[in-house]
Nanobody, 124 residues
Framework: VQLVESGGGLVQAGGSLRLSCAAS????????LGWFRQAPGREREGVSC????????VYSPSVKGRFTISSDAAENTIYLQMNSLKREDTAVYFC??????????????????YGQGTQVTVSS
C-alpha cells in the first residue's frame, strides 16, 4: 500500500487546514485509513480513522468537534479537515493504512503502512 499526503503548512491559531492522502495498492474493503501525528519529543498518536467498508469513523478526544475525516472512494483518497487549530496541533501528520488487525482504536500499533508525512505548524 502506498500513501501520499499533501496539504500541510503554516497556519495561525484558530485557522484551518485540509490534509489529503492518496492511497494506492489495495482494493480491499477491509482496509482502514487514518491520520496519525507526531510532535517533537512525543510519541506518535492516532488522530482519526475511517473504515472503507462502512465509513465508520474514530476520533481522538483532543480533536473531536474540530477535525473531520472524510473519504472519496472514487479517488481512493481520504481528507482531514482541521478547524480551530491550536498550537498543540503542531506535528508531522502521517497517513496510515490498517490492513490486518484493526481493533477500532485508531492507534499507531494497528498501522501497517505509513506515508512520508506532512508538517503542520500552528503559530500563536
Amino acid at each position: 500500500v502506498q500513501l501520499v499526503e499533501s496539504g500541510g503548512g503554516l497556519v495561525q491559531a484558530g485557522g484551518s487546514l485540509r490534509l489529503s492522502c492518496a492511497a494506492s495498492g489495495s482494493n480491499s474493503d477491509e482496509i482502514v485509513l487514518g491520520w496519525f501525528r507526531q510532535a517533537p519529543g512525543r510519541e506518535r498518536e492516532g488522530v482519526s480513522c475511517i473504515s472503507r467498508k462502512d465509513g465508520s469513523t474514530v476520533y481522538s478526544p483532543s480533536v473531536k468537534g474540530r477535525f473531520t475525516i472524510s473519504s472519496d472512494a472514487a479517488e481512493n483518497t481520504i481528507y482531514l479537515q482541521m478547524n480551530s487549530l491550536k498550537r498543540e496541533d503542531t506535528a508531522v501528520y502521517f497517513c496510515g493504512a490498517i490492513t490486518y488487525r484493526y481493533e477500532g482504536l485508531c492507534r499507531p500499533h494497528e498501522v501497517d503502512y505509513y506515508g512520508q508525512g506532512t508538517q503542520v505548524t500552528v503559530s500563536s
